[in-house]
């Protein structure tokens, strides 16, 4: 039977079927639906993870016992997991181990467009690269043969296109995997110096064992037609190399990317007129290739930048574009990302906004919104935990050289847990008064709504021990610890007053559900599930614009009536445009 | 070669939670039912914040990309009227253009930093040929607006001359059960609006 899978779905499937008996992983676009999907299979112990690195090393103490184990993460999570990825490159595996990392070229959803492939080479491990849905699910079963086989983990390199994309998978039955015993083995699990040197030597015979397999292997296989040009490639820029070329060139087609297969390559090489390496991001294949002496071209022609497609090969390779209706289009406004109506964020950001002589730093999540207009109630946003971290150092040397300025950082909850714990302990113990904003919207909201170690739930919808914030804040050593409701401006205000007064280290947890977040029986119970639509008196109003310095998308300004309206079909209730009005002019439907 | 379905191109334009994706959830699997190579793309994350989003959906005998170029969409169906603008540089030369007389303010308008462009329609009119229709609207009547996205649906199979494939089905598959009727009737509202 056939199905459309995405790609995410479709490694999913694969995990299944290859007997994987363990996964984990932290939310991340564009990898998140991987554990999502898995979770759906029961045979599989799934998990959210606090984060990355967390749960690669679940995985690998998984693999170590004997299980075929997964954990998957956006590309950047690779770098919070890179640790464990480096040791477990020299320890080796026990069960198969796979590592899927979901890069982001175009940064549709993330901070940097880092090419994870150079990780493979890094970190001296095997790499597996799929082209569509049906490779994702077939290369999973293969990447754990090849781990068990070559006693090392794989990296299943995907890219937001292949993860995005549906295409057509054959689905097939489970293979239950007997786990194989686990044997208490110092020499190869612990590493301690003098078992790191040795092993470091049995690494590189594994990768030259490993470099004979991947000239061998059909997962790295030529497509012949015209000989004179040939294209090497690999990922979902070969798919694209095919839209371009069709039958116009020869192809070789590279699923297995790490190591490469140097000779076979050379053969192909040497039978084509002309050789292009199409690849998306960095040059990882054509450096290789031209480290051996094969001559070849690549990025003198393509772009190391930005999310690769075929018109961007075609141009470059064949001149060839396509006529192109012309108008006009300067009329068009742009449509940029912001808070939904309703956001709980939206009340905190508005009053933070007002205040003057912060420097503010943010973190990773829907709240990066709060910086974007009008808002613009954030300084920077490099990575998950930094608020609070960065906020630490910038506000030591706002100290140490006089300048007058305090630092204000604001972290999700699940970003808390993810790394915003370890952060907050830096400004603790080494005492700086940054004043932390937790905004608890009880979920992972940016990826979709996935639970995490404060929302009371499992990856698999069982119930568990909900962590509390106030008392993992208060164990840390922060004594001035506010909860509010970020609905209500003047709790906000308050308590941003009582934090600015402080000259000590202070944390104020917003704690309302995201709107868009399916209400457990507890958010029911403690947030209500009543809404009251907000609408405005056309007479009380003045037009003086307050309300939409909130952004509300639920707000619409009339330029000829000078009024507000509120969009019903958007209204989320949350009363905070009411607040904002000076003349009493927004009240509640039906009041 | 001569039984080779051409490759045809659709790409649907929208505001983030207007429903896009359901639409080209239900087009893919119907489209793969009837037996084609079908490829599919969506965006996931911040763009979903109210946001522009497309997903696009490309079959035929062999699909290899799974996105469409500049210039190489059949069909543009937009969701929201200002999106018509944006995405229309993906539109062939010979293609065509089904838009919802429906505008969403984005950010610098509902700030009043810019206002909503006006003459859009008349713009794309002039350009390609278009079907405009009141989706919001006829969903609306037929008791749920949310439903509008089916009505596109619904305008999209008649402009790509796909209404024999087994639209009823690919719905039930991809909604949940009390609301299968809405959507089959706003598919059927949204096939007699268009022509």
């Known amino acids: ?591 | 070669m001569n039984n080779m379905i051409e490759v045809k191109n659709i790409l649907l334009a929208g505001v983030g939670g207007q429903g896009t994706i359901l639409v080209s959830k239900i087009l893919s699997d119907g489209l793969a039912g009837a037996g084609y190579d079908v490829k599919m793309s969506e965006v996931h994350g911040m763009a979903q914040r109210g946001g522009s989003v497309t997903t696009q959906v490309r079959y035929g005998t062999e699909v290899h990309s799974p996105i469409i170029g500049k210039g190489q969409a059949d069909i543009l169906v937009s969701f929201e009227t200002m999106e018509t603008l944006r995405w229309l540089e993906f539109l062939s030369l010979t293609g065509k253009v089904v838009v919802n007389d429906y505008q969403i303010p984005s950010v610098p308008i509902l700030i009043g930093k810019q206002d909503y462009p006006e003459g859009i329609l008349d713009i794309v009119r002039q350009k390609v040929s278009t079907t405009v229709i009141n989706a919001n609207e006829i969903a609306e009547k037929l008791g749920n607006e949310r439903a509008m996205n089916m009505v596109l649906l619904g305008a999209l199979v008649k402009g790509m001359k796909l209404t024999d494939i087994d639209w009823e089905y690919a719905i039930k598959k991809n909604v949940k059960a009390n609301s299968v009727d809405i959507n089959i009737m706003a598919l059927k509202a949204g096939m007699d609006a268009t022509e």
């Open chain 1, 1 to 591: 039977m056939k199905k459309l899978l995405t790609g995410n779905e479709a490694i999913a499937q694969g995990a299944y079927e290859a007997g994987v008996a363990f996964a984990a992983a932290y939310p991340g676009t564009p990898s998140t639906e991987i554990l999502e999907n898995i979770a759906l299979f029961k045979e599989i112990v799934a998990e959210w993870a606090p984060n990355e690195k967390v749960a690669l090393e679940s995985a690998i103490g998984a693999s170590v016992v004997g299980a075929r184990a997964l954990s998957a993460m956006k590309h950047v999570g690779v770098n919070v997991a890179a640790d464990p990825l480096f040791s477990v490159g020299y320890s080796g595996v026990n069960g198969g181990l796979v590592l899927v990392s979901a890069d982001d070229p175009g940064t549709h959803s993330s901070q940097d467009e880092q090419d994870n492939r150079y990780y493979a080479k890094f970190a001296k491990v095997a790499m597996l690269e799929p082209s569509n849905s049906q490779e994702c699910k077939d290369m999973v079963r293969t990447a754990m043969e090849i781990s068990e086989k070559y006693n090392t983990l794989v990296l299943l390199r995907m890219t937001t296109r292949i993860c995005h994309s549906k295409t057509l998978v054959e689905i097939g039955a489970r293979t239950e995997v007997e786990k194989r015993p686990y044997v208490k083995d110092v020499g190869k699990y612990s590493l301690v110096p003098h078992v790191a040197r040795k092993l470091h030597l049995v690494v590189e015979k594994k990768l030259k064992d490993l470099e004979e397999f991947s000239n061998e292997t059909e997962l790295n296989f030529v497509v012949w037609n015209s000989k004179k040009t040939g294209v090497v490639s690999s990922g979902i820029a070969y798919e694209y190399a095919k839209e371009v070329f069709g039958t116009q060139a020869s192809y070789f087609k590279l699923g297995f990317t790490h190591p490469l297969p140097i000779d076979k390559i050379r053969a192909f090489a040497q039978q084509v007129d002309t050789l292009y390496v199409v690849e998306e991001l960095e040059p990882y294949i054509e450096e290789q290739l031209k480290a051996a002496g094969i001559a070849c071209m690549g990025k003198e022609k393509i772009p190391n930048t930005g999310e690769l497609n075929p018109d961007i090969i075609a141009k470059a390779l064949l001149n060839k574009e396509r006529p192109l209706h012309e108008y006009d289009s300067s009329i068009l406004v742009n449509r940029p990302p912001t808070l939904c109506a309703g956001c709980p964020h939206r009340g905190f950001f508005y009053e933070l906004a007002k205040r003057k002589n912060l420097m503010i730093t943010g973190d990773i999540g829907c709240y990066g919104l709060g910086g974007t207009e009008p808002l613009n109630a954030q300084d920077t946003c490099i990575c998950m935990g930094a608020s609070i971290s960065m906020g630490h150092g910038a506000q030591q040397m706002f100290k140490k050289f006089g300048v007058n300025s305090r630092v204000v950082a604001t972290i999700g909850d699940s970003t808390f847990f993810h790394m915003g714990i370890n952060s907050l302990l830096d400004v603790v113990y080494n005492r700086s008064n940054v004043i932390t904003c937790i905004l608890d919207n009880r979920v992972t909201a940016m990826t979709g709504h996935q639970e995490h170690p404060g929302s009371g739930y499992t990856l698999q919808g069982m119930q568990t021990h909900e962590v509390d914030i106030t008392s993992v804040v208060k164990a840390i050593g922060i004594s001035n610890v506010r909860t509010v409701n970020p609905r209500n401006l003047k709790e906000v205000s308050d308590a941003l007053d009582w934090a600015l007064e402080l000259d000590e280290p202070s944390v104020i947890i917003t704690r309302w559900p995201c709107l868009l977040k399916k209400h457990s029986p507890a958010d029911i119970e403690e947030f209500g599930s009543y809404v009251k639509k907000c609408i405005v008196d056309k007479e009380k109003c003045i037009g003086c614009k307050m309300c939409l310095k909130t952004g509300c998308p639920a707000l619409r300004f009339s330029k000829e009536a000078k009024k507000v309206r509120i969009d019903v079909a958007q209204c989320a209730g949350c009363e905070v445009c009411m607040q904002a009005c000076p003349v009493q002019a927004i009240g509640r439907v039906g009041e």
